[in-house]
């Protein structure tokens, strides 16, 4: 099985002159060497293809695939994740993890939330701010989190992202306007626990691996998981894993997350976001349908490892997970078509079903 691997490598960008915090969503060689690694140990043959324009030129020249393992964030626009699965999909190449109306609407929090609320699934009330003028206009009751509407890693998150008042608001709405040149959604803050749930495989399959707390330590930017205490988490945040057998709260998450996750069609793998309320009750953050995966820093691949499990399992789940979804119609799908290329793990995907 011939397997391409697409990515945005962090270094390349920061050779290129983009900063520190532009290219935080992009992947460390190491995660790209671990998940090759562990491909390579399920016995099946990779090529390394790097970014988007990569891709299109391989294409070009009449490269093909059985499958893609596609991590790739892309650099520009609400859109940018689901460019990879797009230009895949014009090619009928299968890959891992969404497709591109999922990754569109994930990464924009508010299309995220009003689907949420469609679905009868708990999440903070919001307001989007388009200019500084709308935040005049915001009911919520204070506090409030404001953060740009379709970044991931924190980005413009930090010890100022908790506004009691109004003034406060305009002032964050207007710095997130011009630094992130995108809408503001503005939030209720949740003063309660915050959890990570980490799923694998999809629609009725999927299933909660479990759940990491998030917990800030001494040092840490206070109140919100923020840009600076993910980069840092090793020194500012601690992960306990908690269990839903022992934790009401864990328990009621975990099965949020695992509707929200049928709800917007995530796929394979990935990774949901709560924290709870004032009642103690969870409520949905952000949905994350292209998690992080290096070994040690990703918080998915921290929670599988936490456990009891290997890393190489994890991206044998996902690989398998494309296989069941290459053999099994989707709503709204193309027939079914056979795993070309995968009969070991359609195999596997039968007896697991």
């Known amino acids: 099985m011939h397997i391409g691997l697409t990515y945005d490598l962090r270094s390349d960008y920061l050779a290129a002159g983009y900063s520190e ?3 935080a969503e992009f992947d460390q060689l190491g995660t790209i060497e671990a998940i090759d ?3 390579l140990e399920l ?3 990779t090529d390394r293809i790097g970014h988007a324009r990569n891709l299109v030129e391989r294409l070009a020249r009449g490269d093909r695939w059985d499958l893609v393992f596609n991590i790739c964030e892309g650099l520009r626009g609400r859109g940018r994740e689901a460019q990879v699965p797009a230009i895949l999909d014009v090619y009928d190449i ?3 993890f969404a497709d591109p109306a999922v990754m ?14 469609a679905a009868g699934l708990p999440t903070p009330n919001w307001h989007v701010v388009h200019d500084a003028t709308d935040a005049d206009h915001c009911e919520l009751q204070y506090p409030h989190i404001a953060k740009p509407l379709a970044e991931g890693t924190g980005k413009g998150i930090d010890a100022g992202s908790k506004i009691t008042d109004s ?9 997130l306007l011009v630094r992130y040149k995108q809408p503001v959604l503005v939030e209720r803050f949740l003063p309660g626990r915050e959890f990570t749930v980490g799923l694998v495989g999809s629609g009725e399959r999927a299933q909660a691996v479990g759940t990491l707390e998030i917990v800030l330590q001494p040092g840490a930017e206070a109140d919100v998981y923020s840009y600076v205490n993910k980069e840092y988490c090793e020194k500012l945040v601690a992960f306990p894993l ?7 709260q864990v328990a009621q998450a975990e099965q949020i997350a695992r509707a929200a996750w049928r709800a917007v069609g995530g796929r394979d793998a990935g990774r949901i976001d709560l924290r709870c309320d004032e009642r103690e009750r969870p409520q949905i953050m952000e949905i994350n349908p292209l998690a992080g995966l290096h070994p040690t820093h990703s918080d998915l691949p921290m929670l599988w490892t936490a456990v009891g499990r290997e890393y190489v399992e994890l991206i044998e789940r996902i690989v398998e997970s494309v296989s069941c979804r290459m053999t099994l119609s989707e709503p709204g799908g193309p027939p079914p078509r056979p795993g070309a290329g995968m009969p070991r793990l359609a195999e596997i995907c039968d007896q697991r079903s």
């Open 21 to 23: 915090e532009e290219t």
């Open 43 to 45: 016995g099946l043959e």
């Open 94 to 96: 299968p890959y891992t």
């Open 242 to 248: 908690v269990r839903a057998a022992d934790d009401g």
């Open 104 to 117: 569109c609407v994930c990464l924009d929090k508010a299309l995220t939330k009003t689907v949420l609320r």
């Open 167 to 175: 003034t406060g608001l305009r002032q964050a709405c207007e710095r």
């Open 37 to 39: 690694a562990a491909l």
